[in-house]
């Protein structure tokens, strides 16, 4: 079947550690997003990659990285930069341009600090 | 810069009953699409049902419809006869060209 797949399920982070959040789709989408999730808040848009080797800063990139190397796979660097990196991370995906197809999305990662 | 906003933090819903989820958004663009989102406890993100804005016809989905207002940039969602499994929170999502503009959420409990 096909879909996204986020891993890990549950991530921890020590002070001043970097951390990668992986995601992997097998939907053959062009694009790929990243959005982060705060306790009874909405998705805040991180970064998003229309085609492989390129990307473009969301809302809210500071303390991020990403690479898009691959059409299948997008993963996300949180940095110790990122001072409030607890959150739920979730991956998607979609074709590219304007289109009712709606955005696929993955199970999601809950990253918390040690 | 397109928003969309969700004005009702949380709403509630007697079993059987229905309820309306409210949505407006704003843009200058002609072409777009819009969509709600139902986020269950399990914290996966299920489309509920999606808008194209060069359709009057407004969408339905078995219990769950809109009511597409162009012209006031309202899209609110309809639950009928509401089931408990409808408990979530739903967010309403307007798509540009390249992204996807969520709304602050709206969390729906069901009563028995």
């Known amino acids: 079947d096909g879909g996204i797949t986020q891993s890990p399920k549950y991530l921890f982070r020590k002070e001043g550690q970097n951390v990668t959040l992986s995601c992997e789709q097998n939907?053959?989408?062009?694009?790929m997003y990243w959005y982060r999730q705060d306790p009874g808040q909405g998705l805040r848009l991180i970064y998003y990659?229309?085609?492989?080797?390129?990307?473009q800063k969301g809302d809210i990139a500071e303390g991020y990285s990403v690479s898009r190397e691959k059409k299948e796979s997008f993963p996300l660097t949180v940095t110790s930069a990122q001072k409030n990196p607890t959150a739920f991370y979730l991956c998607?995906?979609?074709?590219?341009?304007?289109?009712?197809?709606?955005?696929?999305f993955g199970d999601g990662t809950r990253l918390s600090i040690l | 810069a397109q928003t969309v906003t969700q004005s009702q933090p949380e709403m509630s819903v007697q079993e059987a009953e229905t309820v309306t989820l409210s949505c407006t958004y704003d843009?200058?663009?002609?072409?777009?699409?819009l969509f709600w989102y139902k986020q269950p406890p399990s914290r996966q993100m299920i489309l509920v049902i999606r808008?194209?804005?060069?359709?009057?016809q407004n969408a339905t989905e078995n219990r769950f419809s809109v009511n597409f207002q162009k012209a006031a940039k309202s899209f609110s969602l309809k639950i009928s006869d509401s089931q408990l499994g409808d408990a979530a929170m739903y967010f309403c999502?307007?798509?540009?060209?390249?992204?996807?503009?969520f709304g602050t959420g709206t969390r729906l409990q069901v009563f028995p």
């Open positions: 999502a307007y798509r540009s060209a390249d992204k996807l503009i």
């Open positions: 939907l053959n989408h062009d694009a």
């Open positions: 808008q194209e804005a060069y359709k009057q």
């Open positions: 998607a995906s979609s074709p590219r341009g304007p289109s009712n197809q709606p955005q696929h």
């Open positions: 990659s229309q085609i492989v080797n390129d990307f």
């Open positions: 843009t200058s663009e002609s072409d777009y699409y």
